[in-house]
């Protein structure tokens, strides 16, 4: 048998089946559908579950911005799965661990934006960061990290495995067993631009190393600085460790008040440049205050180390230190460096020059004005400017990151306008306060002076708002522009008005007769939330006592409301053939009497609760009436008919009463007692 070939190609063939396997997958090609354009997500409530519920229905792309100022306290880390934008602007927000969770994890392939916010008492026991761990992309912006903590190894604030940015941001106070605030591993990347690491620790007593930072792969810190860091007892690295894997690049820097055994400011077994950087005041004992080189490479260009406890300089192992150019020390520790005095080198405090971070700025006739490389000012990563943003001179450049030859920058951007509530979070539900509500306003910037226009009156909130609120308001301007901000405070402290109807409170009224009781609720600031119910007790003759309980206000304030009043028989006098007061009854002793009354119905016998006598003092005033009795015998206890309606009991009289008078009395349930005068003869 003959096969037949198919008439189509290989190439046909192939094509064919790719179509084919698209179709049938739902792949195959169509219009392309637009895409979704990111929303903003507000957060008026400053708590978390306000803050989850936001995160949890956001899509990707989406930024979160809050309407409020306050602490949000967490109970757990919050995952972040998908692209998301966390934005503060214009407020006062805290993210606050309290001491017992991670705040924030950024998941692998996810980018988190945070801007102008505050992260705080992060903890992690596993030592991963205890503010924030990232495996994507984080931006951290305009915001601080502080006082978060990683009892384990290391990282208090940012432990990274991705990509990190900082920029305009500070973290302070940050503890872990090393790297005390960012601790950055294979296979992160970071970036530190204007920002600050100050008073941060690493404080285990084996590798407490790197006080504010670790980096153990590729790191770049710019217009930075860097503050009382210090690492533990015997440790090295008091702002900076750089592993041997490490890769860190530092450029118009400043250290300042660092301390370590061993490299007060940068300790370095990896790859390091530091480039116009200004090292004052840190301290090393044994030696590198400003630079520990413990081998791969360091090289030093335009810097300026001065006022260093255990020398400027010390090598372990690979050495030299490379010199390139423009450096000046106040020791001979560091080879190749330009040594002078360090009065001569004129170095102010550290201290607010201009520019986000603050810096050491020279004095008037310093050496190190003009002392730079001037190419390498005018190169990477230097570009021309110094640590504030200003610009350097083009032909001639200072030494360390402050230059003389800079002007401020332009202020382009407005005050910086928040406002801080206390207490932080709405005492009360729904965003109310129940109580009084502190107002304190700040205005800022960092580049030109700031003036109040209208309003920023730090003020306490003392009386009930209406139920759209209190606003209040700060506007402020700079040579940067004019912003305003406000805030609306929601006060109520008084619970709703609970009102009993239909009875009042100590009447009196008829079995049968009483009115019908009611509740009516009111609130005349948050409004009602939940109205006031109706509930008995006691009753149904006596006292009787009716609550309208469980009223609420949008604030939570509760209110109730209670009325008591009597309830009686109708009572209608006593029957044939007993007179009703003021007549006197005169019967024979040792007779029975029938004691005849109506209580409108039948009331039970138990609303009888007894028929007794006393003897009282006879009224020879009185009218007197005879009546009869019956005989002996007969059924003397308390009995009910229902054609005539009458209660009746026999009344059985004694013998020796004869010439006495006495007092029958008829007490009933409802807590009266009705009375009958008698005059026995005989």
Known sequence: ?????????????????????????????????????????????????????????????????????????????????????????????????????RVLDVGSGVSLTLNRLTIEHGNDTGGVGGAIYNGGTLNVTDSTLTNNTATGSGAGAIYNAGTLTLTRTTLSGNTAGSGGAVWNVRPGTMSVIDSTFSGNRATSATSGHGGALQNYNVATVTNSTFTGNSSAQGMVGGAIQNITEGTLSVSNSTFSGNSANQGGGISNFGNLAVTNATFNGNSAPNG?????????????????????????????SGGPITNGGGNLADDASCSGFTQV?????????????????????????????????????????????????????????????????????????????????????????????????????????????????????????????????QVLSCKARSAGGTDEKSVTILRDATAPVVAVTGVSNGATYTLGSVPAAGCTTTDSASGVATQATLSTSGGPVGSVTVTCGGALDRAGNAGSRSVTYSVQY?????????????????????????????????????????????????????????????????????????????????????RVWAGTCRQLQVALADGTSHQASFKLVK
């Open 341 to 469: 005095s360090n009065a001569s080198l004129m170095l102010g405090l550290l201290a607010n020059n201009g520019g986000p971070t603050q810096t050491i700025a020279l004095g008037t006739g310093s050496l190190a004005i003009n002392a730079g490389v001037s190419s390498v000012c005018n190169a990477d990563p230097i570009k021309g400017k110094d640590q504030r943003g200003s610009p350097r001179g083009s032909t001639s450049c200072d030494s360390g990151a402050y230059d003389t030859n800079s002007l401020p920058p332009a202020d382009i951007t407005p005050p910086v306008i928040t406002s801080v509530l206390t207490p932080g979070t709405p005492s009360g539900s729904n965003g109310w306060y129940t109580g009084n509500v502190g107002v304190d306003w700040t205005v800022t910037d960092a580049e030109s002076a700031a003036t109040v226009e209208s309003g920023c009156v730090d003020q306490t909130i003392q009386t009930d708002t209406s139920a759209s609120g």
């Open 1 to 101: 048998m003959m096969l037949r070939r198919s008439g189509r190609s290989p190439v046909s063939r192939l094509v064919l089946a790719i179509s084919l396997l698209l179709a049938a997958l739902g792949l195959a090609a169509g219009p392309a559908l637009p895409a979704r354009a990111a929303n903003t997500i507000p957060v008026s409530t400053c708590d978390e579950s306000s803050l989850r519920n936001a995160i949890s229905t956001s899509a990707p792309g989406d930024t979160i911005s809050f309407g409020c100022s306050g602490t949000i306290g967490l109970g757990s880390t919050l995952a972040i799965t998908k692209n998301l934008t966390l934005d503060g602007t214009g407020q006062a927000v805290i993210l606050d661990g309290r001491a017992q969770v």
């Open 570 to 654: 109708r009572w209608t006098g006593f029957a044939d053939p007993v007179n009703d007061p003021p007549t006197v009854n005169s019967v024979r002793a040792g007779g029975n009497v029938p004691v005849a009354f109506s209580l409108s119905g039948n009331q039970g016998l138990t609303a009888v609760k007894s028929v007794t006598s006393d003897v009282i003092a006879c009224d020879s005033a009185a009218p007197v009436e005879a009546i009869k009795t019956t005989g002996a015998g007969g059924n003397s206890g308390l009995q009910y008919d229902a054609s005539s309606d009458q209660y009746t009991s026999i009344w059985k009289t004694e």
């Open 288 to 316: 590198g205050g400003a630079i520990r080189h413990g081998g791969g490479t360091t090289t030093v260009a335009n810097t300026i180390m001065a006022r260093l406890t255990g020398g400027n300089c010390i090598v372990i």
